[in-house]
């Protein structure tokens, strides 16, 4: 397991509890969502993905002002 994946988790249940509450999906589907592993894998994967895309446009931009060597 990765470090983010309680992080993932976490955050998918609380956006399904926002989307259950505001009457977007139901219950089943928010049990899904809370509770499917692939899902959290899937997710965990594209916030590394987008993370890692944040970080290396944060270095290309440090190395243009001379920020970094």
């Known amino acids: ?4 994946s309680p992080f ?3 955050l998918l249940r609380y956006a399904a509890g926002i989307m259950l509450g505001r ?6 589907l928010a049990n899904v969502i809370s509770t499917d ?4 894998a899937s997710f965990s994967l594209l916030v590394g ?3 890692g895309a944040i970080s290396e ?3 290309k931009f440090a190395k243009r002002m ?3 060597t």
């Open 1 to 4: 397991m990765d470090a983010l």
């Open 8 to 10: 993932i988790r976490i």
């Open 23 to 28: 009457g977007l999906i139901d219950f089943e």
């Open 37 to 40: 592993p692939d899902l959290a």
């Open 49 to 51: 993905a987008v993370l």
């Open 57 to 59: 446009m944060w270095y």
């Open 66 to 68: 001379g920020w970094s």
